[in-house]
C-alpha cells in the first residue's frame, strides 16, 4: 500500500508570509494524483489543490502552487500571502489511477497551520 | 447542490450498543466513500460504493461493521457491540465516476463511553 508522510505536524506562519508544507510519498506506480486538502476545525474537508504524476507542470491555485518532484516522491504545498482564514490542518493525499489498486484516497497524518497576525 | 449531509453529527453511546450513521452524497454522484479519522491522524479508508454495488473495503473494516447503498442515493454505516477503541469522527465523500476529487462531509463524531 502506497504510503504518504507529512513530517511536520504543526507549523507557524505570520499573516502576509509564505509557508511551505512538506509531503512525500512511496508508491511503484507511476500513474497517480496527489492532493491537498484542508480541514479547519469542527468543519468538512475541502480540497485545496491536486496534481496529476504525468503533468511536469506544478499546479497553482491562486495563493497555493505545489513543488511537485517525481522522482523525489515529494509534494509540497507553498501558501502565499497567508491569512488567518489558512489556519487549519492540511492533509496530504495518494490516489493510484489503477483501478486494480482501488479509488480509495491515502492520506498522511497531517500538519496543523497555525497563523499569527 | 447542497454537499455532502451526514446525520447524526455526534453521537455517544456505551459499549456494546448498535450506532448507525446516514451519509447523503451530493445527487448526481454516483461513487460514495466513508473514511474513518481518529485524533491526530488523517482519514482512513474503510470502504467504497459505486451506485448500489460495494466495491472495495478495508481491512479495517470489522465484522461488527456494516455499510449499504440500497438505492444508489444515500449510504448507511451501521457499527454492532460498539468498543471504545470505534470512537472516532466517521466521514462520508462523493464523487461522480471518472472523478478524482473527493467532496466531504462534515463528518459523523461517535464517542463510545
Known amino acids: 500500500a502506497q504510503t504518504v508522510t507529512q513530517s511536520q505536524p504543526e507549523m507557524s506562519v505570520q499573516e502576509a508570509e509564505t509557508v511551505t508544507l512538506s509531503c512525500t510519498y512511496d508508491?511503484?506506480?507511476?500513474?497517480?494524483?496527489l492532493f491537498w486538502y484542508k480541514q479547519p476545525p469542527s468543519r468538512q474537508m475541502i480540497l485545496v489543490i491536486r496534481?496529476?504524476?504525468?503533468?511536469?507542470q506544478n499546479a497553482t491555485e491562486n495563493r497555493f502552487s505545489v513543488n511537485f518532484q517525481k522522482a523525489a516522491k515529494s509534494f509540497s504545498l507553498k501558501i502565499s500571502d497567508s491569512q488567518l482564514g489558512d489556519a487549519a490542518m492540511y492533509f496530504c493525499?495518494?490516489?493510484?489511477?489503477?483501478?486494480?489498486?482501488?479509488?480509495?484516497?491515502?492520506f498522511g497524518k497531517g500538519t496543523s497551520l497555525l497563523v499569527t497576525p | 447542490d447542497t454537499g455532502v449531509s451526514q446525520n447524526p453529527r455526534h453521537k455517544i453511546t456505551k459499549r456494546g450498543q448498535n450506532v448507525t450513521f446516514r451519509c447523503d452524497p451530493i445527487?448526481?454522484?454516483?461513487?460514495l466513500y466513508w473514511y474513518r479519522q481518529t485524533l491526530g491522524q488523517g482519514p482512513e479508508f474503510l470502504t467504497y460504493?459505486?451506485?448500489?454495488?460495494?466495491?472495495?473495503k478495508s481491512r479495517l473494516l470489522s465484522d461488527r461493521f456494516s455499510a449499504e447503498r440500497p438505492k444508489g442515493s444515500f449510504s448507511t454505516l451501521e457499527i454492532q457491540r460498539t468498543e471504545q477503541g470505534d470512537s472516532a469522527m466517521y466521514l462520508c465523500?462523493?464523487?461522480?465516476?471518472?472523478?478524482?476529487?473527493?467532496?466531504f462531509g462534515a463528518g459523523s463524531r461517535l464517542t463510545v463511553l
Open positions: 493525499a495518494y490516489r493510484s489511477d489503477n483501478s486494480n489498486s482501488g479509488y480509495a484516497l491515502n
Open positions: 496534481q496529476e504524476a504525468y503533468k511536469q
Open positions: 508508491t511503484s506506480e507511476s500513474d497517480y494524483y
Open positions: 465523500a462523493s464523487s461522480r465516476s471518472g472523478a478524482n476529487v473527493l467532496t
Open positions: 445527487s448526481e454522484h454516483n461513487r
Open positions: 460504493f459505486q451506485n448500489e454495488a460495494q466495491l472495495e
